[in-house]
């Protein structure tokens, strides 16, 4: 008969779920205030979350070009509540920047292109939108055809997480891969994350962030919309000002609108009756 152990503590290895923040070459002072425009209003949408610094599209020169100093970064990011777990690139001085804040140093290589030859001899992918052209070609003694718009395709499946009571003040619910339906009211103070849509049937008066991996293409849907702050792939909205009339109160549709740069998030009235 196996006897249970009697260690006090075990050690278990597992994955953390950080955000990943991919900067791209730019002096140090604007590369900081970009990242602090992105975090957004302190609380940030991120807060509590752990952070990774992604340096691997830098070179040495740019580097030693634009003064790139870790130390500033950890600092701006703890000051809005982000804890620097990880920082990635490919530069001897990175790495020992990184061991100084007790940081771990990944060593990550810059995306290659592919070579022109290998391009050039690839075929162009079929679009949704070819099929669709030669469907209606081949068809066009039919005068009954409908243009049908294409419908988009996704790499794997996304799956809903669906919460059947209200998120009370103080709790956070994250859909990691998934679209969230929370069939319920959203209390301030309360936060509902999700890589895809969230849907809310309730009022929403807490937080609400859709595409928290990045997707630009995220919704956040409310049947009755009086939020803190909204957020899709990073770029948010808060109302201390007061909502919209249109949109107080009212079921609501966020989305980004693509049509500007840059793109802007934007509040739509619905009509679900």
């Known amino acids: 008969?196996?006897?249970?152990?009697?260690?006090?503590?075990?050690?278990?290895?597992?994955?953390?779920?950080?955000?990943?923040?991919?900067?791209?070459p730019a002096p140090l002072q604007e590369s900081i205030e970009a990242l602090k425009k992105r975090l957004g209003p302190t609380p940030s949408v991120y807060?509590?979350?752990?952070?990774?610094?992604?340096?691997?599209?830098?070179?040495?020169?740019?580097?030693?070009?634009?003064?790139?100093?870790?130390?500033?970064?950890?600092?701006?990011?703890?000051?809005?509540?982000?804890?620097?777990?990880?920082?990635?690139?490919?530069?001897?001085?990175?790495?020992?920047?990184?061991?100084?804040?007790?940081?771990?140093?990944?060593t990550a290589e810059a995306d290659q292109a592919e070579p022109e030859a290998e391009l050039k001899s690839a075929p162009p992918p079929e679009t949704p939108e070819a099929a669709i052209t030669e469907t209606q070609t081949a068809d066009e003694s039919d005068s009954t055809t409908v243009s049908h718009p294409a419908v988009p395709s996704f790499d794997t499946p996304r799956r809903t997480m669906v919460i059947d009571q209200s998120?009370?003040?103080?709790?956070?619910?994250?859909?990691?891969?998934?679209?969230?339906?929370?069939?319920?009211?959203?209390?301030?103070?309360?936060?509902?994350?999700?890589?895809?849509?969230?849907?809310?049937?309730?009022?929403?008066?807490?937080?609400?962030?859709?595409?928290?991996?990045?997707?630009t293409q995220a919704r956040i849907i409310s049947t009755c919309f009086e939020a803190e702050l909204v957020a899709v792939a990073g770029y948010y909205l808060t109302f201390e000002g007061g909502f919209p009339e249109e949109n107080r109160s009212k079921p609501t549709l966020i989305h980004l609108d693509h049509g500007t740069e840059p793109a802007v998030l934007r509040l739509k009235a619905i009509n679900i009756r």
């Open 1 to 24: 008969m196996n006897k249970p152990s009697s260690a006090l503590l075990d050690i278990k290895f597992a994955k953390i779920k950080a955000v990943t923040f991919a900067l791209r």
């Open 47 to 106: 807060s509590a979350e752990p952070a990774v610094l992604d340096f691997s599209g830098w070179n040495n020169t740019e580097l030693n070009e634009h003064g790139v100093e870790l130390k500033a970064y950890a600092e701006m990011l703890k000051a809005a509540g982000v804890l620097l777990v990880e920082v990635r690139g490919q530069s001897e001085a990175l790495e020992t920047q990184a061991e100084e804040l007790g940081v771990r140093f990944e």
């Open 167 to 215: 998120v009370r003040s103080g709790q956070k619910i994250y859909a990691q891969g998934a679209d969230l339906i929370v069939m319920g009211q959203v209390s301030a103070g309360a936060e509902v994350i999700a890589d895809g849509n969230v849907h809310v049937y309730g009022v929403l008066r807490g937080r609400a962030l859709a595409g928290a991996a990045g997707d």
